[in-house]
């Protein structure tokens, strides 16, 4: 073996190295930025649920509440459409913005339901959550045709959901419901292996890869949002 082998054989280890050593940092940031995101969330929602002149601005002023939404959405678009453009502390002030919005328009459920009842669907969400997130990672299966497929079903329900609003059908309410567990419980095992794969691949811990880091909370982050929200739905006791 000569000298350019050797040196190659060298690198390759070194490489190695770098990537078991970049990719449990990566991930435990992925769970630690996801987690964070929850808590600003569930504060938020508790602080404005009892903060009854915030809370009735908002459920009032239908231009605050679609101003709300709308900026909602612009800010998860341009996390995910501009990762690679905007810098690693953009991305988080804009992660952490648009979950403080989040817990401002979920303080509702606080109106609607018993405390009670959204602790027990928050302890019921997280352990599904874990169940399918560990089943996503540690599967040797390819979940890619999965993911697809429940993408596709995904846009199934928000069209229904739409058309729910003018039909105003408790019973097609609850069927969106059950399919909308059945979606995100899939798509949190399917994101899950999606993230590791990703992640994997990066070379270090740099900040491009915690960027990636960052997109992949806010997807774990929205699976979990969706899937308590689905799941408030029926059981959630309004009482």
């Not at 501009?82 to 002030?93: D, W």
């Not at 979920?106 to 609607?112: A, K, Q, R």
């Not at 429940?150 to 039909?167: E, P, Q, R, S, Y």
Request: aromatic residues 12%; glycine residues 8%; without cysteine.
């Amino acid at each position: 073996m000569n000298y350019n082998e050797l040196n190659f054989d060298a690198m390759s280890r070194e490489r190695e190295l770098s990537m078991s050593a970049a990719f449990p940092v990566l991930m435990r940031k992925v769970y630690v930025w996801m987690t964070l995101a929850l808590v600003l969330t569930g504060i938020t929602a508790y602080g404005v649920a009892n903060t009854p002149g915030i809370r009735e601005t908002l459920m009032t002023n239908t231009f605050l509440y679609w101003g709300l939404i709308i900026a909602e959405f612009g800010l998860v678009i341009g996390i995910s459409a501009g990762i690679n453009k905007l810098s690693l502390t953009t991305a988080t002030l804009m992660f952490v913005l648009y979950s403080i919005i989040n817990g401002a328009m979920l303080s509702s459920i606080f109106v609607v339901y018993t405390e009670a009842s959204i602790a027990s669907v928050f302890f019921i969400t997280a352990g599904t959550f874990a169940v399918m997130a560990f089943i996503g990672y540690t599967t040797k299966k390819d979940l890619t045709s999965m993911g697809k497929i429940l993408f596709m079903a995904l846009i199934g329900i928000i069209i229904a959901t739409i058309v729910n609003i003018f039909l105003k059908s408790s019973g097609l309410q609850m069927i969106v419901s059950y399919l909308g567990v059945l979606i995100f419980v899939g798509l949190t095992a399917y994101d899950s292996q999606k993230i590791k794969n990703m992640l994997q691949m990066a070379p270090d811990a740099g900040e491009g890869a915690q960027k990636l880091a960052l997109l992949g909370a806010l997807t774990l982050y929205l699976d979990f949002i969706n899937l308590f929200i689905y799941l408030l739905r029926i059981f959630g006791r309004r009482d």
